[in-house]
Every structure is written in structure tokens, then in C-alpha cells.
Nanobody, 125 residues
């Protein structure tokens, strides 16, 4: 079993920054692809960014150039640095782990095996 715990959400003004952290349990963490997703009430869960076990990254078009995903395998953590935040970035952000070894980062939530509870990000205009 893998447990994921997110932190770092909060309220920020448009144009500001936040850094989300996902802390993971599990000895095989370094081999997992990790993803960040977000959800707004009434809408489907949306892929934001992902990073493979080898460090390859993938971003949604809506966040390219503003968000950066990284991982620290020694600390079993994944970070999402969010800059130039917009009101439309407001959502609950969750991290997820794909335990199937792969060089590929999937954008579909069905590919992920474990999920955190999420952290609220609110961007005011």
C-alpha cells in the first residue's frame, strides 16, 4: 500500500505562487510515476502535471510555463511549484501514484493506483 499526503494549499491572489508537496510512503517510490490532478465541483478531474520515475515530465497545456513538477526520491516527495496563478486554477489538488514501472507519464486518472485526499488551492482575482 502507498499512502499519499498533500500539503501547501491555501489562498493566494492572482499572480502569486504556491508550492504543493506530496509525501509518499512505500519503498518503491522512486519507480512510481507521480501525477498531480485537480478537481472543481461539477467538473471532471483534470490532469495538471506528472513526472516519471526517471524524471520525465508532462504538463497540461493550461499550466505549461507556469507550473513545475519535481521529485526528491530520497525524501519520497513530489513538488508542484505553481507560479503566475490565475483564478481558474482554483481547485482541490490531489497527487496520485502509478505503481506500474514505465518511462511514460499518463494523463488519465484511471492509470493511477493510489490517491491522496487533496489540498484546496484558491486564487482570488
Amino acid at each position: 500500500q502507498v499512502q499519499l499526503v498533500e500539503s501547501g494549499g491555501g489562498l493566494v491572489q492572482a499572480g502569486g505562487s504556491l508550492r504543493l508537496t506530496c509525501a509518499a510512503s512505500g519503498r518503491a517510490f522512486s519507480s512510481y510515476a507521480m501525477g498531480w490532478f485537480r478537481r472543481v465541483p461539477g467538473k471532471e478531474r483534470e490532469f495538471v502535471a506528472g513526472i516519471s520515475g526517471s524524471g520525465g515530465t508532462r504538463y497540461a497545456d493550461s499550466v505549461k510555463g507556469r507550473f513545475t513538477i519535481s521529485r526528491d526520491n530520497a525524501k519520497n516527495t513530489v513538488l508542484l511549484q505553481m507560479n503566475s496563478l490565475k483564478p481558474e486554477d482554483t481547485a482541490v489538488y490531489s497527487c496520485a501514484a502509478d505503481e506500474t514501472p514505465s518511462f511514460f507519464v499518463y494523463a488519465g486518472p484511471m492509470e493511477y493506483d493510489y490517491w491522496g485526499q487533496g489540498t484546496q488551492v484558491t486564487v482570488s482575482s
